[in-house]
């Protein structure tokens, strides 16, 4: 019988090949799949989760019976797998937001989480979903204005992003918050923090005048 350390090293392997064979994708999900409810150790979950989240892109359909598996690491005490969770429920939900809306609770309520990486793997998770659902957060972009003072530089780096997003489709919801991205792409302390503010407002003002 070969060590444990061993088939763990055979199954990520495994999930690397699977990886750089998109053709192979669609058959291999549920053995991609079957990886979060096994006795592996964190790297193989955590790859098998970003995986799933590439495939659910590509195949909505076929991901359906495992989204409820991947989300419920969103909830889970290792926060490489909650980050990793987020990314795959935000690929998915870019796919088709009816999959993912059961549990957008629940990814809400990673903004408030202690791993910066988290919290920022959160905010990339629902520019994905709302690139082609931005009405789910157009009520929530409160949200993500706090997000731009979070105390991880690169959750306040990210957060503009998600008004880029919105302010493309639904700029009459960025339109309130010009004003004051305006302020932080003019004096906000971080290069990156200011480029992206300015980015949200010539994207929302684009669209505001294309209306």
Same mark, same amino acid.
């Given at each position: 019988?070969?060590?444990? *350390? =061993?088939?763990?090293? /055979?199954?990520?392997? /495994?999930?690397? *090949?699977i990886t750089k064979?998109? &053709?192979?994708?669609? *058959?291999? %999900?549920?053995?991609?799949?079957?990886?979060? $409810?096994?006795?592996?150790?964190?790297?193989?979950? !955590?790859?098998?989760?970003?995986?799933?989240?590439?495939?659910?892109?590509?195949?909505?359909?076929?991901?359906?019976? +495992?989204?409820?598996?991947? !989300?419920?690491?969103?909830?889970?005490? $290792?926060?490489?797998?909650?980050?990793?969770?987020? $990314?795959?429920?935000?690929?998915?939900?870019?796919?088709?937001?009816?999959?993912?809306?059961? +549990?957008?609770?629940?990814?809400?309520?990673?903004?408030?989480?202690? =791993?910066?990486?988290?919290? +920022?793997?959160?905010? @990339?998770?629902?520019? $994905?979903?709302?690139?082609?659902?931005?009405?789910?957060?157009? &009520?929530?972009? #409160? %949200?993500?204005?706090?997000?731009? =003072? *979070?105390?991880? &530089?690169?959750?306040?780096?990210? !957060?503009? &992003?998600?008004?880029?997003? %919105?302010?493309? =489709?639904?700029? /009459?919801?960025?339109?309130?918050?010009?004003?004051?991205?305006? @302020?932080?792409?003019?004096?906000? #302390?971080?290069k990156v923090v200011? %480029? +992206?503010? !300015?980015?949200?407002?010539?994207?929302?003002?684009?669209?505001?005048?294309?209306?």
């Amino acid at each position: 019988m070969k060590p444990v *350390d =061993s088939l763990n090293d /055979e199954t990520l392997n /495994e999930l690397r *090949d699977i990886t750089k064979n998109k &053709e192979t994708w669609k *058959d291999n %999900i549920d053995d991609v799949a079957s990886k979060l $409810n096994g006795n592996y150790p964190i790297a193989v979950k !955590a790859k098998a989760l970003w995986l799933l989240g590439e495939m659910g892109l590509k195949y909505p359909t076929e991901i359906e019976g +495992h989204v409820g598996d991947i !989300a419920g690491y969103l909830e889970d005490d $290792n926060s490489k797998l909650r980050e990793r969770s987020a $990314n795959a429920i935000g690929r998915i939900g870019r796919a088709d937001k009816n999959l993912i809306i059961p +549990h957008l609770d629940r990814l809400m309520a990673m903004r408030s989480d202690e =791993s910066q990486n988290v919290r +920022h793997a959160f905010i @990339w998770a629902c520019e $994905n979903i709302a690139t082609n659902a931005p009405e789910l957060f157009c &009520e929530k972009l #409160e %949200i993500f204005f706090d997000m731009i =003072s *979070d105390p991880g &530089e690169k959750v306040r780096i990210e !957060a503009p &992003e998600m008004f880029r997003v %919105i302010g493309k =489709s639904k700029p /009459e919801y960025v339109k309130p918050y010009l004003e004051k991205l305006e @302020w932080i792409s003019e004096n906000d #302390e971080n290069k990156v923090v200011r %480029i +992206h503010s !300015a980015g949200a407002i010539r994207a929302t003002e684009k669209a505001l005048k294309n209306r």
